[in-house]
């Protein structure tokens, strides 16, 4: 009955933090992470984000401007405030990751400063800390910088891109590694190339595999098929002299001396 009950306290703290999470967008557990990333793909965790950080401002808090920022881009995006811009679901999946990231601490430095550029290059952070709570489709069009949209859309759409090729751990582990749009990039093209392999490449390789072309990246990965059928063969081989070793041992070994005496 105990651990009956324990369980069920488990859960209902799980549920509850997943909620908290969901609304808040600031988990405390891995069940608060999840709701914040559920939100994340809806236009609720833009919405959520983007007055939680102004209301930090109005407050005197510490603002998070890559999330204040990624916010208001996503109510644009996502609104069709400025279609015209042409992001999809790609830049939607993107932005959706790199919020995950930011929280989990898997974007790296370098990423980090061209991500807060680009966010600032796209929306007037000043204007919505200005309309601080009152993040309706008219603050969001004025703060909203199209040409800087436009550049901000096509790095998350790269990422939204790795993430469908490749695989949500693919793309975290990428952004890890990418130092910048550029980087972010060539980790679209990897992914296109390789698919589910891309993670594989990103483990052994590091950083590397973002810095190297395509032709010798697929010179490596032929190289490193090479390695493992020349490493079959060899084993192989070794496998057929043993044996024949020990036919041909059989066959030259002296009869019993029993035999002999026939």
């Known amino acids: 009955m105990a651990d009956a009950a324990s369980g069920s306290a488990q859960a209902l703290r799980a549920v509850r933090n997943f909620g908290t999470g969901f609304v808040t967008g600031t988990p405390d557990d891995l069940a608060g992470l999840a709701g914040a990333a559920a939100g994340d793909l809806t236009l609720w965790g833009d919405v959520r984000d983007a007055s939680r950080e102004g209301w930090n401002y109005l407050r005197g808090e510490p603002v998070d401007p890559l999330l204040l920022g990624l916010s208001a881009a996503g109510l644009a995006l996502t609104a069709g405030t400025y279609a015209t811009v042409g992001a999809g679901a790609p830049a939607r999946a993107g932005l959706t990751l790199v919020k995950v990231a930011r929280r989990t601490g898997r974007l790296s430095a370098g990423l980090l400063t061209d991500l807060t550029r680009l966010s600032r290059e796209a929306v007037d952070v000043a204007a919505l800390r200005r309309g601080a709570g009152t993040?309706?489709?008219a603050a969001v069009r004025a703060a909203v910088r199209p040409q800087g949209l436009a550049r901000l859309s096509g790095l998350l759409s790269d990422v939204g891109t790795v993430q469908a090729k490749a695989g949500t751990r693919a793309t975290l582990e990428g952004l890890a590694l990418a130092q910048d749009?550029?980087?972010?990039?060539?980790?679209?093209r990897l992914?296109?190339?390789?698919?589910?392999q891309t993670l594989f490449i990103l483990k052994a390789a590091g950083r590397g595999a973002l810095a190297i072309t395509g032709a010798l990246l697929s010179l490596l990965w032929w190289g490193a098929g090479a390695l493992v059928w020349l490493f079959w063969l060899v084993a192989t081989c070794n496998g057929l002299a043993v044996s024949l070793a020990r036919w041909t041992w059989r066959r030259r070994s002296p009869l019993p001396l029993s035999g002999r005496a026939h």
Request: net charge positive; proline share 0%; aromatic share 0%.
């Open 135 to 137: 993040m309706d489709a």
């Open 181 to 188: 749009g550029r980087d972010v990039a060539r980790l679209a």
């Open 191 to 196: 992914a296109e190339k390789k698919g589910g």
